[in-house]
């Protein structure tokens, strides 16, 4: 498996993308050891309304009741180097996509940004949902999809 580099973009940065960013570093670290450090694996958001801010804490809780410790990140914005800087930006929905895309004319930009569960689920275009204004189950969820798209990504790089 080639050195890689993955940035996970939400709205905020606080609730999904963090858990992506998290749950993907573990998955990769059970499959290629400490070759997992050849890697660079980041999370943003494309608003700043967060920045600096740990994850929210239910994405904490729910990541840690999986043993994903995801206390130590930041929220940051999303930049447009971050183009440059990584091969693959996956957008947790269509939103984020449309917001992302419009920083860019890039064709070669705009073929890094996919949807995450896209791997999971080709051509539906299914989102992970934003757990921010809902209940538990919502970020139990988020864990979920994400973990199986972690999974997934993997395989298809690997
Ligand atoms: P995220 O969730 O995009 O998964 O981090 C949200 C966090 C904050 C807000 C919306 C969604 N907000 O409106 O502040």
Redesign the pocket.
Known sequence: MNPRSVLFV????????PVAEGVFRRALVQRVGSDAALWTIDSA?T?D??AGEAP?QRSQASALRHGVDISTLASRPFRPEDFEKFDHILV?DSSNHVNVSRLTENPSHLAKVRLVLDVSFPGENKPVP???YGGEHGFEQVFQLLAQASEDWLDQWA
């Open positions: 939400c709205l905020g940065n606080i609730c999904r993308s958001g608003s309304y967060h929210d947790m934003d757990p921010y």
